[in-house]
């Protein structure tokens, strides 16, 4: 028969893995957005690069450093 103790124990292990998987779901579906962020940017870069836009306007437009977008070109012309 399972003492008082272990019981609380044993509880405290299941909220302990309950909390564990949440934090696992947010931190995987924060990292999902971010992702999803960063591939956007990447097609709409690319998207401009292809319309011929200078690198010093996507450079405006985007937030990101010329030295950024010309390996971005480089990749795309790959």
């Not at 003492?3 to 934090?23: D, F, H, N, V, Y």
């Not at 319309?51 to 070109?73: A, P, R």
Request: hydrophobic letters at 35%.
């Amino acid at each position: 028969m399972p003492t008082l103790a272990s019981e609380w124990i044993e509880e405290g292990k299941q909220i302990g893995l309950m909390e564990g998987r949440e934090e696992g779901r947010e931190e995987g579906i924060y990292e999902g957005i971010e992702r999803g962020i960063e591939r956007g940017k990447l097609e709409l870069i690319k998207n401009m690069i292809n319309q011929g836009l200078k690198v010093e306007d996507i450079s405006k437009f985007t937030g990101l450093s010329m030295e950024k977008i010309e390996e971005i070109i480089k990749s795309v012309e790959s």
